[in-house]
């Protein structure tokens, strides 16, 4: 689902965004089953952007990764340099006090804003209980005061809000909400199956990234995002899948569809933005969405 690592002491450290479903950049998850990598360029609208987890990562070797996929380490050698540097790779300041790992772009980012939607209407709402197994039609469903849509049927409860929080709830086990086993890969690939079950993998120009996978005994968390033009979007952990074992107890996703407008967004430039974090502070961009779904870019200041 996202960005690539590769060698990480080279300037032309090249990276691609990809499809977000073989995609896992948590310490905690088991790298060899990240599929379809491909060297590109990791400056998306002139941002040469990593997340933060991989930059944590970046400085191991391609072995210490253990890729198995369409990973070409080997075009690594046609990459062309673009002045983009990490933070340790510089004495001065305001750099050289940030996370060591933050990416600096040696040219202004160019973002544009953007604009989010919610595709939550009836007939998705309806196509959506088809898909889980509900009767949309049926005396199951119930449509509240405040807009939102509930069903209930035998081991399963759907809500959907009217700001388009999907919830659902399996309340005994099913075989249809599993995974093959407990493992972090499984785990992983049953979030990413019925998330593409609950939304159609239809997010308008954006993607949904996994972020991180949490494992507790027997209970697990994956929690995934959305990003757009290689941004990611507040508020992160929109999505959220919840097992027992190898069951998924719960699922909630804010369900969102964005696009980017040809309107550039202004911001800082990289070393004023440096300037004002906490030292050892990541310097990284987010999207944040208004009320009015309108995204305005800026650096992250936490």
């Given at each position: 689902?996202?960005?690539?690592?590769?060698?990480?002491?080279?300037?032309?450290?090249?990276?691609?965004?990809?499809?977000?479903?073989?995609?896992?950049?948590?310490?905690?998850?088991?790298?060899?089953?990240?599929?379809?990598?491909?060297?590109?360029?990791?400056?998306?609208?002139?941002?040469?952007?990593?997340?933060?987890?991989?930059?944590?990562?970046?400085?191991?070797?391609?072995?210490?990764?253990?890729?198995?996929?369409?990973?070409?380490?080997?075009?690594?050698?046609?990459?062309?340099?673009?002045?983009?540097?990490?933070?340790?790779?510089?004495?001065?300041?305001?750099?050289?006090?940030?996370?060591?790992?933050?990416?600096?772009?040696?040219?202004?980012?160019?973002?544009?804003?953007?604009?989010?939607?919610?595709?939550?209407?009836?007939?998705?709402?309806?196509?959506?209980?088809?898909?889980?197994?509900?009767?949309?039609?049926?005396?199951?469903?119930?449509?509240?005061?405040?807009?939102?849509?509930?069903?209930?049927?035998?081991?399963?409860?759907?809500?959907?809000?009217?700001?388009?929080?999907?919830?659902?709830?399996?309340?005994?086990?099913?075989?249809?909400?599993?995974?093959?086993?407990?493992?972090?890969?499984?785990?992983?690939?049953?979030?990413?199956?019925?998330?593409?079950?609950?939304?159609?993998?239809?997010?308008?120009?954006?993607r949904v990234y996994l972020q991180s996978y949490r494992a507790d005994g027997q209970s697990a968390v994956c929690t995934f995002g959305y990003y757009l033009s290689g941004i990611e979007i507040a508020p992160r952990g929109a999505i959220e899948l919840?097992?027992?074992?190898?069951?998924?107890?719960?699922?909630?996703?804010?369900?969102?569809?964005?696009?980017?407008?040809?309107?550039?967004?202004?911001?800082?430039?990289?070393?004023?933005?440096?300037?004002?974090?906490?030292?050892?502070?990541?310097?990284?961009?987010?999207?944040?969405?208004?009320?009015?779904?309108?995204?305005?870019?800026?650096?992250?200041?936490?």
């Amino acid at each position: 689902m996202l960005v690539k690592p590769v060698q990480a002491r080279a300037r032309k450290l090249e990276f691609r965004l990809d499809n977000a479903r073989d995609f896992a950049h948590e310490p905690r998850v088991d790298f060899r089953k990240v599929g379809n990598f491909f060297v590109g360029n990791a400056r998306q609208n002139g941002v040469a952007q990593v997340e933060n987890s991989f930059r944590r990562w970046a400085h191991k070797p391609f072995d210490d990764f253990g890729f198995v996929g369409n990973f070409r380490p080997a075009e690594l050698s046609a990459a062309v340099p673009d002045g983009s540097f990490f933070a340790f790779e510089s004495d001065d300041a305001p750099y050289s006090a940030l996370d060591p790992l933050s990416l600096i772009s040696a040219s202004s980012a160019a973002v544009c804003t953007g604009l989010g939607t919610n595709p939550c209407d009836a007939r998705f709402i309806s196509a959506l209980a088809t898909q889980i197994g509900i009767n949309p039609y049926g005396d199951a469903r119930f449509v509240g005061n405040d807009g939102t849509t509930s069903f209930t049927e035998t081991g399963l409860r759907l809500r959907v809000s009217a700001q388009g929080r999907i919830e659902l709830q399996i309340l005994q086990p099913d075989d249809r909400f599993q995974s093959a086993s407990a493992g972090a890969l499984d785990r992983i690939e049953a979030a990413r199956s019925l998330l593409s079950r609950l939304t159609g993998d239809s997010y308008g120009e954006a993607r949904v990234y996994l972020q991180s996978y949490r494992a507790d005994g027997q209970s697990a968390v994956c929690t995934f995002g959305y990003y757009l033009s290689g941004i990611e979007i507040a508020p992160r952990g929109a999505i959220e899948l919840r097992f027992d074992g190898t069951q998924i107890t719960n699922a909630s996703v804010l369900y969102r569809s964005y696009t980017a407008s040809s309107t550039p967004a202004a911001l800082l430039p990289a070393a004023q933005a440096a300037a004002c974090l906490p030292k050892g502070g990541t310097l990284r961009l987010l999207y944040a969405e208004g009320t009015g779904g309108e995204l305005t870019a800026g650096w992250e200041t936490e």
